[in-house]
């Protein structure tokens, strides 16, 4: 197994300016293993000064994997020069990616820069909405015409294909651009030359909208298990291509973004130990204060059996317990649910089954749950865990939180089934339907169904 070179060990390569042995580093090494330890380095002039000095098809790949603030710094140090061989090794959207989150100025100079036809390809790939299949695909792919034969194609490859992400399909168009099929390179090297192109061309493919949202486009490459898709505009035609390594991405982007809504905060734009103070604090109050706000039903409801709550003060001691279990109980469901609409599960379609299956394991649940709680509360009572000063007997006090606990356990349940798959159905992220967001509702049900069982069936005051 290789070993990843240090920090200290690049650093004194870098100061002794050992040229050759930097070369042979990048030559031997992944380069994705080198930026991890370029992004330690905080004097810039000793990144600058392996631009400098190894090949550009070599940097091109390290500046993509570099954090987003050495990025910034080294295009304020680069030559036109060394801008114009950065953007002619890199994939178009390896830069549009890094390009999206510089300052408005560095854009202008990175696309001044820029040959006219990357140009044109950077300003497009920058244009389409962001999220989309438009706004991850890359340009250089390779495309043939379906009138070639295999060794005409294969000479055209030969002449296209190192400026293209990837030569392991190639794609192939009629006169007017349209994608008629998909030619795999194994397939191509393996048959007679003489051969036309459309007798072994695959005219069975999947295919992406430039306006797809990107989420539905992993979906595709996971379902299909894809490694390249085309991308196709509103006419038909071929105009780029997602890669999996871009797909990985996306999906990493989105997990990360559904656990954060889950855990009650707008997702982060940038890593945790490089995002501010003040930054991580706005992401959360805009959720604390929703959610305290949205508390104050369960405040109203207490408030309005008050009275109740004098009478008989042991009843305040299990609020807690049935309001917690509660919560959590339609958070396992909401969990559950919203992982099966991002993986297809389930979809809105299949409520009436879901609601059914949360229903029997509500039941279940809530009777275990509640037959132990029933007979814990009691023990609690009867040898003074917890006071019971008035004159409700304590088995009517455990019969009490045991049936809310019940019923607070089905509501729960199927709050947390129905909440993200309603969010699915009118087009939001069912993660909005959070764990807070449940919990919150059910605190304020399970408080309701507690005094309205003791006020009107129990009638314990």
Same mark, same amino acid.
Request: proline share 2%; charged share 25%.
């Given at each position: ?33 080198? =930026? ?33 603030? $050495? ?18 090794? $890199? ?209 109203? +409801? ?16 299990? +609020? ?71 004159? +409700? ?18 509501? =729960? ?32 049900? $399970? ?15």
């Amino acid at each position: 197994m290789e070993e990843i070179i240090s920090l200290d060990a690049l650093l004194e390569i870098i100061n002794n300016k050992q040229v050759a042995k930097l070369r042979e580093l990048f030559e031997t090494s992944e380069i994705i293993d080198i =930026a991890e330890v370029c992004d330690e380095i905080e004097d810039i002039s000793k990144l600058l000064f392996i631009f400098k000095t190894v090949k550009s098809e070599y940097t091109a790949e390290l500046f993509t994997y570099l954090n987003e603030d $050495s990025q910034a710094k080294l295009i304020n140090l680069f030559s036109d020069k060394q801008l114009t061989e950065l953007i002619t090794n $890199s994939y178009t959207d390896d830069i549009v990616d890094f390009l999206e989150d510089l300052p408005a100025n560095l854009v202008t100079r990175v696309l001044k820069a820029s040959p006219k036809e990357e140009r044109n390809d950077i300003n497009k790939l920058l244009n389409y909405k962001e999220d989309t299949a438009g706004s991850i695909m890359t340009t250089e792919y390779v495309e043939i015409s379906s009138d070639l034969t295999v060794k005409e194609a294969l000479a055209q490859i030969k002449k296209v294909g190192q400026d293209a992400e990837t030569i392991s399909s190639t794609f192939v168009i009629d006169k007017k651009r349209n994608l008629v099929g998909v030619l795999y390179l194994d397939l191509l090297v393996l048959t007679d030359e003489d051969t036309p192109i459309k007798d072994i061309m695959n005219e069975e493919f999947h295919t992406a909208n430039v306006h797809d949202d990107q989420e539905a486009v992993a979906e595709t490459f996971k379902r299909y298990d894809l490694t390249v898709l085309p991308v196709l505009n509103n006419e038909h035609r071929l105009i780029g291509i997602i890669t999996i390594d871009d797909v990985i991405d996306v999906m990493e982007k989105e997990t990360s973004e559904d656990i954060a809504i889950q855990a009650g905060m707008q997702p982060l734009e940038d890593e945790y130990l490089k995002t501010g103070v003040f930054t991580l604090a706005k992401k959360r109050i805009v959720w604390l204060l929703f959610l305290m706000v949205s508390a104050t039903f369960t405040s109203m +409801i207490i408030s309005r059996f008050e009275d109740s709550l004098k009478a008989a003060a042991v009843l305040s001691a299990f +609020i807690p317990m049935f309001m917690d279990t509660g919560g959590n109980s339609g958070g396992q469901t909401t969990s559950l649910i919203t992982r099966g609409l991002a993986t297809k599960e389930v979809t809105t379609k299949d409520y009436g089954k879901v609601i059914w299956k949360e229903l029997r394991v509500a039941l279940v649940t809530g009777l275990v749950v509640a037959t132990f709680n029933f007979l814990w509360i009691f023990l609690e009572l009867t040898i003074g865990l917890v006071s019971n000063s008035g004159t +409700i007997p304590n088995w009517q006090v455990a019969g009490l939180v045991a049936l809310t606990l019940f019923s607070t356990i089905i509501i =729960a349940k199927c709050l947390g089934a129905s909440l993200p798959m309603f969010a699915q159905k009118i087009g939001l992220d069912p993660a909005l339907m959070s764990g807070p967001i449940v919990t919150t509702l059910v605190d304020a049900t $399970s408080l309701l169904i507690y005094f309205l069982l003791c006020t009107q069936i129990f009638r314990l005051v």
